[in-house]
């Protein structure tokens, strides 16, 4: 069985960085729920021991594991299922190859709601601000209608994204050497996946698939000669299940904005707590055929 998590590739035969260039592959981010009726299972490997943590999601118990992944539970809404997160630093800290544990949870049943592909580029060139360049000439090919950029002297790594970070599906370029305070050629280029495409990023990998071959169906950057060099793949798509409704819509670009400007102004968060609450008790009503009543 395969400890090592991090996926190595071949070096590539470029020129412009110091050093030998060299391209890595990890998940960053995996997150998804058991649903009611399916059994919390994870590899026998993983540690059992665990201790209380602040539930988040709505959720009502949290349990930190010695790995650092954590469960969400409601004894008392098991409609919500089992939520189960390994985030960053407990992504990088798996004693057990994140392939295999794709399969496991793909077996057990689990419902994956986000997946963070990172692609670590390191002595090839690859700078996030040609990105932001290349965006604002028009030249990235991507379906996305927004790029923000983040460059923040308190928060240092200068960022690129393509796409929301609200959205499915999200890319983002950065310097990974500044954000960890070294001085080196190193950019992360990191896919975030959620829901449906979640689902289908997690079974691309466990078939084989390159994260760079999901990340340019995405947004590629067809005149940016160290891009191509380095994402020289077949691209692989991420489809979503279905298409927003007009509701739907309405909701993320709407209402979600002008409730995030309440609870700011007021910096009330026990407000959003309240109303994801709210929420999640009409869909206890709706479930068992009632109505919402208000």
């Given at each position: 069985m395969a400890t090592n998590s991090r996926q190595k590739m071949t070096p590539l035969a470029l020129t412009g960085g110091s050093g030998t260039p060299i391209l890595s592959q990890k998940l960053h981010w995996i997150e998804g729920t058991f649903k009611k009726g399916n059994a919390v299972s994870v590899p026998d490997?993983?540690?059992?021991?665990?201790?209380?943590?602040?539930?988040?999601?709505?959720?009502?118990?949290?349990?930190?594991?010695?790995?650092?992944?954590?469960?969400?539970?409601?004894?008392?809404?098991?409609?919500?299922?089992?939520?189960?997160?390994?985030?960053?630093?407990?992504c990088d800290d798996c004693p057990i190859d994140h392939i295999w544990l794709l399969n496991h949870l793909i077996q057990a049943g689990f419902s994956f709601t986000q997946l963070d592909m990172a692609i670590d580029v390191i002595n090839c060139n690859l700078r996030p601000q040609k990105a932001t360049e290349e965006i604002k000439l028009g030249r990235c090919k991507t379906r996305a209608r927004k790029a923000p950029r983040r460059d923040d002297a308190m928060e240092p790594g200068y960022t690129q994204y393509v796409g929301k970070k609200t959205s499915e599906i999200f890319l983002k370029l950065y310097d990974k050497a500044e954000e960890m305070g070294i001085v080196a050629d190193h950019t992360r280029i990191e896919l975030t996946a959620r829901h449906a495409r979640a689902d289908h990023a997690a079974r691309q990998i466990v078939s084989g698939t390159d994260f760079r071959a999901m990340a340019v169906a995405f947004a590629d950057f067809p005149a940016w000669r160290e891009w191509q060099a380095i994402m020289d793949v077949m691209p692989v798509k991420l489809p979503s299940e279905r298409h927003e409704t007009n509701t739907e819509r309405w909701l993320l670009e709407q209402c979600a904005?002008?409730?995030?400007?309440?609870?700011?102004?007021?910096?009330?968060?026990?407000?959003?707590?309240?109303?994801?609450?709210?929420?999640?008790?009409?869909?206890?009503?709706l479930s068992n055929g009632g109505r919402t009543v208000h």
């Open positions: 490997i993983l540690p059992s021991k665990f201790v209380e943590c602040r539930p988040f999601k709505s959720y009502a118990v949290g349990s930190l594991y010695e790995d650092g992944r954590i469960l969400l539970t409601h004894p008392d809404r098991p409609e919500m299922g089992s939520h189960l997160i390994w985030q960053g630093q407990a904005p002008a409730l995030a400007r309440v609870i700011y102004f007021a910096s009330n968060t026990e407000f959003y707590e309240r109303f994801k609450e709210t929420v999640m008790n009409d869909l206890e009503q």
